[in-house]
């Protein structure tokens, strides 16, 4: 009896994930100083998070902009844009305004009030933010596996100009979100911030970032096909391993081999970060796989299934307000690895609780992780 009530409760939960919910969106309140024509959109992880997609256009009726769709229950993210996301809605005067968040599970009507849009004000002022001891290796860094130049960073500990010793390094992603306000666009992880509050005697890490492409960022982190493009992934993650790695190891004082050796990042960058591990074992003894896209690229699944048992270490972490499918998407892989042989301290999977797909998340995170490398380092 007792099974058969747990096979009914799965079943019943089951329904209501996937059962379609009808959505009345209405917006009751907008600024006065709003600009003609009022075109506005709404954006979120609906729909790739698109400011400017005809099918999610408000119509304006009967004095009032009312948007209906049909969504599957669950969670989601979004704001509402005039097409761009220069004219996205901000706080009051210009203050800043989060995701709005949407739990759905029946047919509902929700009620939006717009407080300012942010192309009324005049710019963020932005300062720099990076600690002394982050450098530019290059404005324009040859990637010859793309045919492409990037931005490339790099932390160095404090005392590294003086010290003999050679240092474990982390390669990341995403290079201009790691260190500095100035350039995020959404915040940053505060790596050198963490890095240069560890006291004297704990382990310390260079740290490389490499700044994302732009519009190709998705392309460039995917290694399979997906409807965003043809992958670069394989490109990219041939980049890191033929020309990065190498000119970082004769420049700097680095430990070389793939226990000391960790790729790591967010989103597209925790996707790529496990396929680099996967393809390049014998480089990368490390992962950070930080709320992993893999509804991008799901072939990744049986690649990770054919080449885990040759990998060493990856480090899951993704938040609980992160949409329907990342935990149980991230919990997929990590069980994959461990049915290659990976034991359970060399594939933690840790949910975050009230955390959100963004930087805040992955900053406050990131100390976890640090100590789990230290740890696998010993």
Same mark, same amino acid.
């Given at each position: ?29 907008? &600024? ?29 009726? /009967? ?5 209906? =769709? ?34 759905? %599970? ?70 201009? /979100? ?11 992880? #505060? ?16 740290? %490389?970032?490499?700044?994302?492409? #732009?519009?190709?960022? %998705? ?26 790695? &190498? ?5 700097? =004082? ?31 003894? /490390? ?24 990998? =060493? ?32 301290? /060399? ?30 380092? =010993?």
């Amino acid at each position: 009896m007792k099974r058969l009530l747990l096979s009914i409760a799965f079943l019943l939960c089951a329904h209501i994930l996937s059962a379609q919910v009808k959505v009345n969106f209405v917006i009751n309140n907008l &600024p006065a100083k709003t600009p003609e024509p009022k075109t506005i959109y709404l954006a979120g992880n609906f729909n790739d998070w698109s400011p400017a997609k005809t099918e999610w256009q408000f119509a304006f009726d /009967n004095n009032a902009y009312t948007l209906n =769709k049909t969504l599957p229950a669950g969670n989601y993210e979004y704001k509402l844009a005039r097409g761009s996301w220069d004219k996205v809605e901000c706080g009051a005067n210009g203050g800043p305004f989060g995701n709005r968040s949407l739990h759905v %599970v029946h047919d509902t009507t929700v009620y939006l009030s717009v407080a300012d849009w942010q192309d009324l004000h005049p710019p963020i002022r932005r300062v720099h933010t990076a600690s002394a001891q982050v450098h530019i290796i290059s404005e324009k860094f040859d990637m010859p596996q793309l045919g492409k130049q990037r931005r490339v960073w790099i932390y160095l500990p404090k005392g590294y100009e003086t010290s003999k010793k050679k240092y474990p390094v982390i390669y990341m992603h995403d290079g201009q /979100n790691l260190f500095d306000g100035y350039t995020s666009g959404f915040g940053e992880w #505060g790596v050198d911030e963490f890095l240069d509050s560890l006291k004297a005697g704990q382990q310390q890490f260079i740290v %490389v970032g490499v700044d994302h492409g #732009g519009e190709a960022r %998705v392309v460039e982190y995917s290694p399979y096909e997906s409807k965003y493009g043809k992958p670069l992934g394989d490109k990219y993650v041939d980049f890191l391993v033929e020309t990065l790695k &190498p000119y970082i190891d004769q420049h700097y =004082k680095t430990l070389t081999d793939a226990k000391h050796t960790t790729v790591a990042g967010s989103s597209m960058g925790g996707l790529i970060s496990m396929y680099a591990e996967l393809k390049y074992p014998k480089v990368f003894g /490390n992962a950070g796989v930080f709320s992993p896209a893999f509804w991008i690229n799901p072939p990744i699944y049986d690649y990770a299934k054919a080449h885990a048992a040759q990998a =060493k270490r990856f480090y899951f972490a993704c938040g609980d307000q992160e949409g329907d499918t990342m935990d149980a998407d991230m919990f997929k892989m990590a069980d994959i690895s461990r049915n290659s042989g990976l034991s359970l301290k /060399n594939t933690p999977a840790t949910i975050i609780k009230g955390a959100k797909h963004n930087e805040a998340q992955w900053r406050g995170a990131f100390p976890a992780f640090y100590q789990w490398l230290v740890v696998g380092m =010993k």
